[in-house]
């Protein structure tokens, strides 16, 4: 949960905005705290009226409050539980007594909802909002998150700096930093720690820190002369910015070096193979038909599952990564149980699995028409 408090001066125009929201079916008001009436009886004019009355007790506050409560995509919240949860954070916050909005809008891709309300009190005396935001709200925040389960700050500032890391090293972000020094950070890194036997082993690990080795075309002088470049790919795997040589990395790289490590990691890649084996068998042989699932309980076993696909979406390879004994295979390299056509086979059952329901309410209507 992330609430945001912000101020506003005219809260007619804030009230209008959520208004309009309503009238545009892209929001709408769930309570109405504080009101001489109930909310369905309540006009736009008794909303704001009752604002600006209370405004009028104290001529010198020229601000108003703006509040939004946001949270996780995660958190199913009903209309019930959303007023629930706003209306314990107004109390949270010293605003029990106040008269607000509270607008459940429904354009985003998250559920969050406004709050509009004014900050004086009925003897005309204004609420004190000095740190209100770091004491009062992000109490209130650690309240209703424990209360109500929801996903935390924390945990998603965790998630945010998990996406940007690979094992604590920064992913390569295009005109953040020197794209130099951060593909020279993860190439330093990878080439480590990790065992790889060949180009596309170590490209699999390369591409969750946005950066891909490229040979060239088979026609190309770079290819022929046993070149080697490095990119930057962006979040959708595209290609972005301009390459380095591989000679120009403290670390070199390059090809020929790369070769050696690739023997010398095939003898230390051993001892792990039946381990990693189990760990597969184990989620691929009970015949699932959910290829994601497979791929989020491989995850949680430290290993991540990259699956390739062809253009008409059959799956051509598979590359297995396990993070605890920092070992990269290939589908190929582990054996016909592990590789691209048990995928395949997943891939198929699940389509199998989407498309049953349609076949069964093909058959109902067929059936209902012939007892016609």
């Known amino acids: 949960m992330r609430p945001k408090i912000e101020p506003c001066h005219n809260i007619a125009k804030s009230l209008m905005y959520n208004e309009q929201k309503v009238t545009q079916q892209k929001a709408e008001c769930l309570y109405a705290a ?5 909310l369905p009886d309540l006009t736009v004019e008794d909303k704001l009226r009752r604002f600006q009355r209370r405004m009028q007790l104290n001529d010198r506050v020229t601000t108003n409050l703006h509040i939004t409560l946001n949270f996780d995509p ?38 969050h909802c406004h709050i509009v309300t004014t900050h004086v009190q009925k003897d005309g ?18 309240r209703l998150e424990a209360e109500f389960r929801l996903v935390t700050a924390e945990s998603k500032q965790w998630l945010r700096q998990q996406k940007q890391q690979v094992d604590g090293v920064q992913k390569v ?3 953040q930093k020197s794209t130099a020094s951060s593909i020279s950070a993860v190439l330093e890194f990878v080439t ?15 591409r969750l820190y946005n950066v ?65 084996r189990a760990t597969l068998a184990w989620e691929l042989n009970p015949t699932p038909d959910n290829l994601e699932q497979v791929i989020e309980d491989l995850r949680m076993e430290r290993i991540c599952m990259i699956p390739r696909y062809e253009k008409n979406g059959t799956c051509s390879s598979v590359t297995y990564i396990d993070f605890r004994s920092k070992c990269i295979f290939s589908g190929e390299e582990l054996g016909e149980y592990y590789d691209h056509r048990v995928i395949q086979k997943v891939l198929d059952r699940q ?13 109902r209507q067929r059936h209902r028409h012939s007892l016609w």
């Open 34 to 38: 504080n009101y001489l009436r109930q």
């Open 74 to 111: 995660s958190d199913q919240l009903s209309n019930d539980r959303m007023k629930e949860i706003a209306r314990i954070y107004m109390k949270e916050i010293g605003f029990e007594r106040q008269p607000y909005l509270v607008y459940r809008h429904l354009d985003a891709g998250h559920p």
């Open 125 to 142: 005396s204004p609420i004190v909002l000095y740190n209100m935001g770091r004491n009062q709200s992000e109490k209130a925040r650690q």
């Open 173 to 175: 972000v295009y005109g």
């Open 192 to 206: 480590r720690e990790y065992k790889y036997t060949s180009l596309e082993n170590l490209n699999a690990i390369l």
């Open 212 to 276: 891909e080795a490229y040979r060239g075309k088979e026609n190309t002088q770079l290819y022929q002369h046993r070149g080697l470049l490095y990119r930057v790919l962006d979040e959708n795997g595209k290609y972005i910015g301009r390459p380095l040589r591989a000679s120009f990395f403290d670390c070199k790289p390059t090809l020929p070096r790369l070769e050696r490590q690739f023997k010398l990691n095939n003898e230390l890649k051993q001892q792990h193979y039946q381990k990693v």
């Open 351 to 363: 389509k199998l699995r989407q498309e049953q329901p349609a076949q069964e309410e093909t058959q």
